[in-house]
T-cell receptor, first 113, second 113 residues
Framework: KQEVTQIPAALSVPEGENLVLNCSFTDSAIYNLQWFRQDPGKGLTSLLL?????REQTSGRLNASLDKSSGRSTLYIAASQPGDSATYLC????????????FGIGTKLQVIP | GAGVSQSPSNKVTEKGKDVELRCDPISGHTALYWYRQSLGQGLEFLIY????????KSGLPSDRFSAERTGGSVSTLTIQRTQQEDSAVYLC???????????FGSGTQLSVL
């Protein structure tokens, strides 16, 4: 059974700081990994999708990396802004079968002005 | 439509009543997922549809929960004889094909009194 862990559970940083969020998974037989953000009371917004054959994806100030063999992904946020405050979740899609998607509990980020 | 639409956005009901939650996925998306998010918890998988069939119902918590999808589009999640522990945010997601990026609706906040 796939298990997805995100560390830290919460993070508070001053505006402008670069930061890294971590995601680890127990079963490396994945198809892809997706990072989301969730604002309070809202649904999830997709940030980046990394296929299992890829090492990283970039979008603006965000960079996500994937090391499938070690079961790890990181989300790097450059020059953080107060608007980045949200909960960040990673989701792993299994390879094969119904390609079940398993989510981590998330990292709650607060960027202080 | 432009995005995944869920209704109602909020639902308050009395213990023992039945509720129906609706999800309208992005047009053309063949895969549809239901998740539940309890306060402070991660996303709990409920059921997945490919077209109108549900290959994976493994996440439905009890036989009080059921879901259907018609015309390969709209899906309804029904909870019979609601209990207080059913209180949560119910999220729907769709993807164009099985292994592609997930797009989420804003969710239905269900409160069982």
């Amino acid at each position: 059974k796939q298990e997805v862990t995100q560390i830290p559970a919460a993070l508070s940083v001053p505006e402008g700081e670069n930061l890294v969020l971590n995601c680890s998974f127990t079963d490396s037989a994945i198809y892809n990994l997706q990072w989301f953000r969730q604002d309070p009371g809202k649904g999830l917004t997709s940030l980046l999708l990394i296929q299992s054959s890829q090492r990283e994806q970039t979008s603006g100030r965000l960079n996500a990396s994937l090391d499938k063999s070690s079961g790890r992904s990181t989300l790097y946020i450059a020059a953080s802004q107060p608007g980045d405050s949200a909960t960040y979740l990673c989701a792993v899609r299994q390879a094969g079968g119904y390609q079940k998607v398993t989510f981590g509990i998330g990292t709650k980020l607060q960027v202080i002005p | 439509g432009a995005g995944v639409s869920q209704s109602p956005s909020n639902k308050v009901t009395e213990k023992g009543k039945d509720v129906e939650l609706r999800c309208d996925p992005i047009s053309g998306h063949t895969a549809l997922y239901w998740y539940r998010q309890s306060l402070g918890q991660g996303l709990e998988f409920l059921i997945y549809f490919q077209g109108n069939s549900a290959p994976d119902k493994s996440g439905l918590p009890s036989d009080r929960f059921s879901a259907e999808r018609t015309g390969g589009s709209v899906s309804t999640l029904t909870i019979q004889r609601t209990q207080q522990e059913d209180s949560a945010v119910y999220l729907c997601a769709s993807s164009q094909r099985l292994h592609e990026k997930l797009f989420f609706g804003s969710g239905t906040q269900l409160s069982v009194l």
